[in-house]
């Protein structure tokens, strides 16, 4: 690797924002405790943004592993346990489209993925926001049920 990718990279990790994953990590699950769904998928958004420049993305591909601040796994698992569910699937196929687009390497979760994160960080507070999350879906398909 030459030095301007090493420097570009050091970049990113140095920033105090939440463009490091574990930050944007800990955001996001902030936002889901929030019920604040929708700022979810903006900082989704925005991760893609930042992370997604052809820079950024250039720099990372060159590399044998992505350094740990560039790894957004956990932070999709808590997206897609938190936020999927309370979004309709326009807005979260638009961001799977945006992710895509991105040429970012990042591995959008499967269910089972997801399910295996909750069960590694099976503490009070994860069960408590999983279980609050299945029942506010499931009442707003009662909701709407009973509209129609």
């Known amino acids: 690797l030459d030095g301007y990718q090493i420097a570009l990279l050091e970049a990113m990790n140095s920033r105090r924002d939440a463009a490091r994953s574990d930050h944007a990590h800990d955001y996001m699950l902030t936002l889901g405790y929030l019920g604040e ?3 979810m998928g903006r ?13 950024v993305v250039s720099a990372v591909n060159e590399m044998d592993e992505a350094p740990p601040q560039a790894d957004f ?14 979004l309709g699937n326009d807005r979260v196929s638009t961001l799977l489209q945006t992710l895509a687009d991105s040429g970012l390497n990042w591995t ?41």
């Open 108 to 148: 959008w979760p499967d269910d089972e993925a997801v399910n295996t994160y909750a069960e590694v960080h099976h503490d009070e507070s994860i069960s408590t926001l999983r279980r609050v999350i299945e029942l506010a879906r499931d009442g707003n398909k009662e909701c709407r049920q009973t509209r129609n």
């Open 37 to 39: 769904f929708e700022e």
């Open 73 to 86: 796994f956990e932070t999709l698992c808590i997206f897609r346990l938190v936020a999927e569910p309370m």
């Open 43 to 55: 900082l989704l958004e925005w991760l893609i943004q930042q992370w997604g420049q052809f820079s």
